[in-house]
């Protein structure tokens, strides 16, 4: 990697979107929380910095701040609304409580050239979202555009190649946004796209088996995406030096535990091990309604079973693990006074120790530095099966956080069923391509109905559906009443012991995509 961007983290919810973007002009992009001392900086060989948003007010200085130093080291920087509010206060600019706060779609109106503006018009939509604003820039910048409610909405200094923007150019509600970013990575920091992912599958191999050598590598398998890759990339490198646990913990959705065991078993050179445990699970979470209790309950569990399994291989080699990028990056949150910001929302199912009685000569993570759509991309490559690569995002605990109220075989069968009514009936009318994820939930409630001349008091299942580029935020996706409605006497009529559908039309935020 001769090129680099750092994105250094001051809480903004954006931090790994920005990332992304930057990676998708071939240019490598790395996150770093504001903690991150300058010495390291300066010694990483950045070309160009970007400081992210952020909830704070940089007046307030239990928010998160950074030495000035950071600003004459030589390479670029952009902030990004609180970097852009930050890289004032950094130069004794003046940020103050905006008389009018703007939050989303603004016009933004540029008023002197820039080498950001290249190939952007003097009129465009961009995304805003901030209280405070820039009352008096810094010395030595320049206003560069505005909005009717924010007199500086953007600025630079040429000389000191320092640039600043008021809103979020990351996300996909900027018209011109990307525009900007590529323009900031390449007319600015002068890079040329030198990072591919084409020869990653090579290399990644070639080390791979320079590091285990005669060795053998445990994986724990879960049948999602990155496990899946991890374990392609793993089985190519040293065949059946590579074990694979797979845990079927029973709240999988149909018939899925056997599609990922005849998966692994016909494509690829491994020792593949199932563990079926469905019964110990339930017992485990039998009257528990709690969402975050459920969580963690289940992922300790997991990993009981998946430790009790592994002590019987052989423990003379390596732990090989699915991480990804995201899984990786220490949030740059600061200090809050507000403890709502630093509530747990939903506790990570895999962030569980490794016992101390097992010892392995190291831990493997092929695909560490990568975003979930680079894994993607190299899932293809290794010729995974589309229907695995593409497959809906499904929560590390299963079905248990799809079912509101307490878990029980039967909830457990309903739910499968209802969701693989969904997920057939959209797969038949190709309607899936236009989702980001899709999926049932068991809401724990019940309504009267009537079928035949019976009255029945059965379950109501809600269907979920939404489109998205980053899961950081969501719509509600608008599927079409007549594959609604027959989604919907699908399932009342296949599935017993459902009377009632429902549709989820909350957006995110203020809802998750999950409901728990």
């Not at 933004?108 to 405070?132: A, C, G, I, R, Y």
């Not at 018939?255 to 110990?280: A, I, P, Q, W």
Request: proline residues 4%.
């Amino acid at each position: 990697m001769n090129e680099k961007i750092l994105v250094l983290d001051f809480g903004g919810q954006y931090n790994q979107l920005i990332a992304r973007r930057v990676r998708d002009f071939n240019v490598y992009a790395e996150i770093l929380p504001y903690t991150t001392d300058l010495e390291t900086i300066k010694a990483n060989g950045y070309k160009g910095i970007i400081f992210t948003g952020g909830p704070n007010s940089v007046f307030d200085m239990e928010s998160p701040h950074y030495t000035k130093d950071i600003l004459d080291i030589g390479v670029p920087v952009l902030g990004i609304c609180y970097g852009c509010q930050l890289i004032a206060w950094m130069g004794d600019g003046k940020v103050a409580t905006a008389p009018v706060s703007e939050y989303g779609k603004i016009e933004l109106q540029l008023s002197k050239d820039s080498l950001l503006w290249e190939n952007v018009p003097e009129k465009s939509v961009v995304w805003m979202s901030h209280t405070d604003y820039i009352s008096e820039p810094p010395k030595g910048f320049e206003i560069i555009a505005k909005t009717d409610n924010c007199p500086c909405a953007a600025m630079q200094n040429v000389d000191r190649k320092l640039y600043a923007v008021q809103f979020h150019p990351e996300v996909t509600h900027s018209e011109y946004g990307n525009q900007m970013l590529r323009n900031f990575v390449f007319n600015v920091c002068g890079c040329t796209g030198d990072w591919k992912m084409d020869s990653f599958i090579d290399t990644t191999v070639e080390k791979l088996r320079e590091k285990i050598g005669d060795k053998k590598v445990v994986l724990g398998l879960s049948g999602g995406v990155d496990s899946s890759v991890a374990a392609a990339l793993l089985s190519r490198a040293v065949g059946k030096q590579l074990t694979c646990v797979f845990v079927d913990q029973g709240l999988m959705r149909k018939d899925e535990g056997d599609f990922v065991e005849k998966t692994f078993t016909s494509l690829f050179d491994m020792n593949f091990v199932r563990v079926n445990c469905g019964d110990h699970f339930l017992a485990m979470l039998k009257g528990v309604v709690d969402p975050e209790q459920k969580r963690k309950i289940i992922g300790t569990e997991f990993y009981k079973v998946f430790w009790d399994e592994v002590r019987k291989q052989a423990e003379d080699g390596f732990f090989a693990q699915g991480t990804i990028y995201p899984d990786r990056i220490e949030s740059g949150k600061g200090k809050s006074k507000d403890k709502a910001n630093t509530a747990v929302i939903k506790t990570h199912h895999n962030m569980v120790e490794k016992p101390s009685d097992i010892q392995f000569l190291g831990t493997i993570e092929p695909l560490k530095d990568l975003f979930k759509d680079e894994v993607r991309k190299v899932g293809e490559m290794l010729g995974i099966p589309h229907e695995l690569v593409w497959r809906q995002p499904f929560p590390g605990p299963g079905l248990g956080v799809r079912i509101v109220g307490d878990i029980t075989a039967e909830k457990i069968r309903i739910l499968q069923d209802a969701d693989f009514v969904l997920r057939d009936e959209m797969a038949k009318n190709g309607y899936e391509k236009n989702l980001s994820q899709f999926f049932c939930v068991y809401t724990g409630s019940k309504s009267v109905g009537v079928m035949g001349d019976h009255r029945t008091y059965e379950n109501v299942i809600a269907i979920r559906a939404v489109t998205t580029d980053d899961f950081m935020t969501a719509d509600w996706a608008r599927i079409p009443y007549d594959i609604l409605a027959t989604v919907s006497n699908r399932i009342t009529n296949e599935v017993d012991g459902v009377n009632r559908i429902v549709y989820d039309i909350t957006s995110k935020p203020p809802g998750t995509v999950e409901w728990e």
